[in-house]
């Protein structure tokens, strides 16, 4: 089975600051994506960012980007140039690419952007 | 992005009671999900449907039911519901094709059983 680990519960940041959430996983297969999802206050949760792992380059997303470790099962979140708006909880997800696979989530870090 | 709809928004329940979460989805996607989020413990997947003839237990299916009643829409049942069954659901629908199989979500239902 795999797992996603997110060992950062919370993290709190100044505004237009850069700050990095960190997600590890575990899994024996080499073909899977890997995402980044947003929650905040309203509680929809919201696609910041996807990789795929066969591709080498990491994802970008205008502020937000991902290193991609594939080796070290690592796929951290970079926010640049934080904003109020930021603040939420994150999840990493992890899928699959079987096609008939469900999405495997971390239990979240809590991200404040302090103004 | 998938326009996922879910209603109720809150319910307020007394344990024991029946009640029925709905989702609805205008974007064609044939795979829908629902999960439960619990504080601490991330999303688990209750149940999901590949087609309106295609449902399949997720890891905690225990206590609920689900309808695929056509493509758009995908129901989910407390059939006699607990107070651990307190928890805020979620409905979601996939993007398909190779390479390109993303989730999207609906806004949630907080459910609380009393």
């Known amino acids: 089975a795999q797992t996603v680990t997110q060992s950062q519960p919370e993290m709190s940041v100044q505004e237009a600051e850069t700050v990095t959430l960190s997600c590890t996983y575990d899994?024996?297969?080499?073909?899977?994506?890997l995402f980044w999802y947003k929650q905040p206050p309203s509680r929809q949760m919201i696609l910041v960012i996807r990789q795929e792992a066969y591709k080498q380059q990491n994802a970008t997303e205008n502020r937000f980007s991902v290193n991609f470790q594939k080796a070290a099962k690592s796929f951290s979140l970079k926010i640049s140039d934080s904003q109020l708006g930021d603040t939420a909880m994150y999840f990493c997800?992890?899928?699959?690419?079987?096609?008939?696979?469900?999405?495997?989530f971390g239990t979240g870090t809590r991200l404040t952007i302090i103004p | 992005d998938a326009d996922v709809t879910q209603t109720p928004r809150n319910r307020i329940t007394k344990t024991g009671k029946r009640i029925m979460l709905e989702c609805s989805q205008t974007k064609g996607h044939d795979r829908m999900y629902w999960y439960r989020q619990d504080p601490g413990l991330g999303l688990r997947l209750i149940y999901y449907s590949f087609d309106v003839k295609d449902i399949n237990k997720g890891e905690i299916s225990d206590g609920y039911s689900v309808s695929r009643q056509a493509q758009a829409k995908f129901s989910l049942s407390l059939e006699s519901a607990i107070p651990n069954q307190t928890a805020l659901y979620f409905c979601a629908t996939e993007t398909t094709g190779w390479g390109q199989e993303t989730q999207y979500f609906g806004p949630g239902t907080r459910l609380l059983v009393l």
């Open positions: 997800a992890f899928q699959l690419n079987f096609g008939n696979e469900k999405l495997t």
């Open positions: 899994t024996s297969e080499s073909n899977y994506y």
